[in-house]
Nanobody
């Protein structure tokens, strides 16, 4: 069970930090990713921490603005979002999987565990 939190209303160029907490387990040996879905659009990959080596991957629209990290206990993953734009408005969800390969991290169907979404609204 994953629980995402931290969404809210923020002005353009502002910052927000989302959290994804693992309930009853840790993210050890799991890939953890953030996805978002804007109204009328398909769910898209935002970024994630790879299962192997703990590296990070980001979608092009958020590179240089968003940063994903994990706490030392491997129970919470954060999505730090800076320089937010109106186009970042969406419901953000976290997902985790213990078997996904790095090249498939952008595919929502590959993930076994999902948290509920948290709404991020960026006002222009």
């Amino acid at each position: 069970q994953l629980q995402a939190s931290g969404g809210g209303l923020v002005q353009a160029r502002g910052s927000l930090r989302l959290s994804c907490a693992a309930s009853g387990r840790t993210f050890r040996n799991h890939a953890v990713a953030w996805f978002r879905q804007a109204p009328g659009k398909e769910r898209e990959f935002v970024g994630g921490i790879t299962r192997t080596h703990g590296g990070t991957k980001y979608a092009d629209p958020v590179k240089g603005r968003f940063t994903i990290s994990m706490d030392n206990a491997k129970k919470t993953v954060f999505l730090q979002m800076n320089s937010l734009k109106a186009g970042d408005t969406a419901v953000y969800s976290c997902a985790a999987d213990a078997h996904i390969i790095n090249s498939a991290m952008d595919r929502p169907a590959q993930y076994d565990y999902w948290g509920q979404g948290t709404l991020v609204t960026v006002s222009s």
